[in-house]
T-cell receptor
Framework: GNSVTQMEGPVTLSEEAFLTINCTYTATGYPSLFWYVQYPGEGLQLLLKATKADDKGSNKGFEATYRKETTSFHLEKGSVQVSDSAVYFCALRFLSNTGNQFYFGTGTSLTVIP | DVKVTQSSRYLVKRTGEKVFLECVQDMDHENMFWYRQDPGLGLRLIYFSYDVKMKEKGDIPEGYSVSREKKERFSLILESASTNQTSMYLC?????????????????FGDGTRLSIL
């Protein structure tokens, strides 16, 4: 079946540290891939997306590259800030016989300390 | 920008009450979704709708129902609230389910309703 697996948290980093949150997926066909961010007390916001192999999504200093050969979409940021503290969700969407389906990872909590 | 609006940010109800959570989107999206979010469990799909008056069960529909009378509005109903339904509820919308040209479009989420059942 189709699924998304992301690294478990919580993750705690010092300000200006390098961030990687791993995400791998299982899907038939060619899904589109997304990272969402959820700040405390809020809903999910789209952070970035990639729609085909080797695409790189980027936003607010975050990047993720669609790697079909490793079925991965790892989120990276070179220098995190306290304001990046949030929960991050990896997700995929693809078109199947029954229509477009969405799958979400379980989320990774990030805390950045000054 | 897409706007998905949930009627309440915080709600407190009593066991046995009938509870309505409302969601409105302004982008003419065909698809609308209700999720609940609990610590350690991520997002779990309760119900979704891909057209007016259409609904499909998600992964955890028990104890819930939904209503989609207008395209822009999707309501989640707790028929008889119980304490195990205390949770964060998230509404989302997206473009159609069955067109390839929309398969790269994300879901757009509301800010969530934190519901407490006492």
């Amino acid at each position: 079946g189709n699924s998304v697996t992301q690294m478990e948290g919580p993750v705690t980093l010092s300000e200006e540290a390098f961030l990687t949150i791993n995400c791998t997926y299982t899907a038939t066909g060619y899904p589109s891939l997304f990272w969402y961010v959820q700040y405390p007390g809020e809903g999910l916001q789209l952070l970035l997306k990639a729609t085909k192999a080797d695409d790189k999504g980027s936003n607010k200093g975050f990047e993720a590259t669609y790697r079909k050969e490793t079925t991965s979409f790892h989120l990276e940021k070179g220098s995190v800030q306290v304001s990046d503290s949030a929960v991050y969700f990896c997700a995929l969407r693809f078109l199947s016989n029954t229509g477009n389906q969405f799958y979400f990872g379980t989320g990774t909590s990030l805390t950045v300390i000054p | 920008d897409v706007k998905v609006t949930q009627s309440s940010r915080y709600l407190v109800k009593r066991t046995g009450e009938k509870v309505f959570l409302e969601c409105v989107q302004d982008m003419d999206h065909e698809n609308m979704f209700w999720y609940r979010q609990d610590p350690g469990l991520g997002l779990r799909l309760i119900y979704f709708s891909y057209d007016v008056k259409m609904k499909e069960k998600g992964d955890i529909p028990e104890g819930y129902s939904v209503s989609r009378e207008k395209k822009e509005r999707f309501s989640l109903i707790l028929e008889s609230a119980s304490t195990n339904q205390t949770s964060m509820y998230l509404c989302a919308s997206s473009f159609p389910r069955d067109r390839l040209i929309y398969s790269n479009q994300p879901q757009h989420f509301g800010d969530g309703t934190r519901l407490s059942i006492l």
